[in-house]
């Protein structure tokens, strides 16, 4: 038998980009206690615990979750984690602790630091090449790590106005990126454009255009397997994800509400290899199926912020949530790329 247990309401926080790292947290709306998931008969049934699942279709949510997987706890006592990725080549992740102003480090159970200062960065992505992409806060810019492990620059801002705060990114397998610019890590610091834009950057060429600027907060974002899609989360007062078509260009048509969160707000989003798209929320990681249904939650102590696939076969799901990092073991894996590794530090 696996019991359910009910989480109660959760605060969900962003930081603001400070170098003294402050956070505005508000209160996501109250926890649900959801129903338990087919009980055996009670004399077939062992010790009651925890549960880590809430199940809305049965059939599909054993596709993506089995039985006795458990959420498990890696590492703690951080400030506000965000940003994982997956380094395949070499079997470790990195993520963003953002108000300590670090890319930490996790590998072979071992935490570290693998990059500080980041310059508050929060989103990080690899590129088509396996460099690693992060977003700034603090810099309020896109930049990429070279193999040489020096950090460039690739773009800071729109018609010579600076961005407000890049927060999450997208990477097509030409090398094309989608950003999201948010007003989350501002602080104080002066506002130069007007709109919580999405933006689509072609390195090669060096064009940045606006492709969606009608979101309160544009958020986390994740191209379906193909990159037909791309999926957008917004974490101000629709609190949805919508998805768009990709045109050949990089830009975006037909956008439409893809679905709505019902605990908090949508912020790190992906994609598994069959189109669901897995997003974090106030109790934990929804999964929807390519139409929009909830299939189920996977429900986590702190309230996430991000998430990713990893692992040797891509079947590990690594959420950052507040202080910590956690891992679910998944059936299926992630449609991002399979990518040379990153060859840094």
């Given amino acids: 038998m696996v019991g359910i247990m009910w989480l109660g309401s959760g605060a969900c926080c962003n930081w603001l980009g400070s170098r003294n790292g402050l956070q505005a947290c508000y209160q996501a709306p109250p926890g649900e206690r959801p129903s338990q998931r087919n009980r055996p008969a009670r004399h077939d049934r062992p010790p009651a615990r925890p549960a880590d699942f809430v199940i809305h279709d049965k059939a599909e949510f054993d596709k993506v979750?089995?039985?006795?997987?458990?959420?498990?706890?890696?590492?703690?006592?951080?400030?506000?984690?965000?940003?994982?990725?997956?380094?395949?080549?070499?079997?470790?992740?990195?993520?963003?602790?953002?108000?300590?102003?670090?890319?930490?480090?996790?590998?072979?159970?071992?935490?570290?630091?693998?990059?500080?200062?980041?310059?508050?960065?929060?989103?990080?992505l690899l590129d088509e090449q396996g460099r690693l992409l992060s977003c700034e806060h603090g810099s309020r810019s896109l930049t990429r790590t070279n193999r040489n492990g020096s950090v460039e620059t690739l773009v800071n801002h729109y018609k010579g106005q600076r961005f407000n705060s890049p927060n999450d990114l997208g990477v097509?397998?030409?090398?094309?990126?989608?950003?999201?610019?948010?007003?989350?890590?501002?602080?104080?610091?002066?506002?130069?454009?007007?709109?919580?834009?999405?933006?689509?950057?072609?390195?090669?060429?060096?064009?940045?255009?606006?492709?969606?600027?009608?979101?309160?907060?544009?958020?986390?974002?994740?191209?379906?397997?193909?990159?037909?899609?791309?999926?957008?989360?917004?974490?101000?007062?629709?609190?949805?994800?919508?998805?768009?078509?990709?045109?050949?260009?990089?830009?975006?048509?037909?956008?439409?509400?893809?679905?709505?969160?019902?605990?908090?707000?949508?912020?790190?989003?992906?994609?598994?290899?069959?189109?669901?798209?897995?997003?974090?929320?106030?109790?934990?990681?929804?999964?929807?199926?390519?139409?929009?249904?909830?299939?189920?939650k996977i429900l986590v102590p702190e309230t996430p912020a991000n998430l990713c696939f990893g692992g040797p076969d891509g079947k590990t799901l690594f959420i950052t949530a507040r202080t910590s990092l956690y891992c679910v073991k998944l059936n299926v894996a992630g449609a991002s790329l399979c990518k040379p590794s990153y060859g840094g530090r």
């Fill in 172 to 296: 097509g397998s030409d090398g094309t990126i989608w950003f999201t610019d948010p007003p989350y890590g501002l602080n104080k610091r002066k506002r130069e454009l007007d709109d919580n834009n999405v933006f689509c950057f072609h390195p090669k060429t060096g064009d940045l255009e606006i492709v969606a600027s009608d979101f309160d907060r544009p958020n986390g974002l994740c191209l379906s397997p193909g990159e037909k899609k791309l999926y957008i989360a917004d974490s101000g007062s629709p609190r949805r994800i919508r998805v768009f078509d990709v045109q050949p260009d990089g830009s975006l048509s037909n956008g439409r509400v893809f679905c709505t969160i019902d605990k908090g707000v949508p912020d790190g989003i992906r994609c598994d290899q069959d189109g669901r798209v897995f997003s974090s929320a106030g109790d934990g990681v929804h999964i929807f199926s390519p139409a929009g249904a909830l299939l189920g």
């Fill in 65 to 124: 979750v089995s039985l006795d997987s458990k959420v498990m706890k890696l590492a703690g006592n951080m400030q506000f984690t965000e940003g994982p990725v997956w380094i395949r080549d070499g079997g470790y992740l990195l993520f963003s602790d953002v108000p300590a102003n670090e890319i930490k480090k996790w590998h072979n159970g071992k935490l570290t630091t693998f990059r500080k200062p980041s310059n508050h960065a929060n989103g990080n």
